[in-house]
C-alpha cells in the first residue's frame, strides 16, 4: 500500500472520485484507530465532492480505489493548500494517510 501523506486530525478533508466510463467503480474508506477498523464506508465514483471530517482517535485513513475494468477513476483529495491527491487509477489501488 503506497503512503500517500499525512492528514491533519484538527481539519477537515474533500474527496472526490470520478469515473471515466458510464460503469462506475468504487472507492473504499478504511477508518484505523490505533486498536482496530473502526468504520468502513463505499462510495460510488461520480458521486460528486464530498466535505469529511476526521473523529479523535483515527490513526489511519486507507482510501481502496476498485474501478471497473476499462474504465479509470480520477482520485482527489485535498486538505487545506498543504495536501492534494489527485491520482488517475485504472486497476484496484490503495493510499494510506496516516492522521496527525
Known amino acids: 500500500m ?3 501523506g499525512t492528514l491533519q486530525q484538527a481539519s477537515g478533508y474533500t474527496f472526490e472520485a470520478q469515473s471515466s466510463g458510464t460503469t462506475k ?3 473504499t474508506v478504511f ?3 490505533k ?3 473502526s468504520e468502513v464506508e463505499t462510495f460510488t465514483a461520480g458521486g460528486g465532492q464530498l466535505n469529511r471530517t476526521i473523529s479523535t482517535g483515527v490513526a489511519r485513513l486507507i482510501f ?3 474501478p471497473v475494468t476499462g474504465n479509470n477513476i480520477v482520485l482527489t483529495i485535498q486538505q487545506g493548500a498543504g ?3 489527485n491520482e488517475t487509477v485504472s486497476s484496484d489501488q490503495q493510499f494510506v494517510f496516516d492522521v496527525a
Open 83 to 85: 495536501l492534494t491527491i
Open 25 to 27: 467503480g468504487a472507492v
Open 2 to 4: 503506497p503512503f500517500a
Open 35 to 37: 486498536d482496530r477498523i
Open 64 to 66: 481502496m480505489v476498485t
Open 31 to 33: 477508518t484505523i484507530r
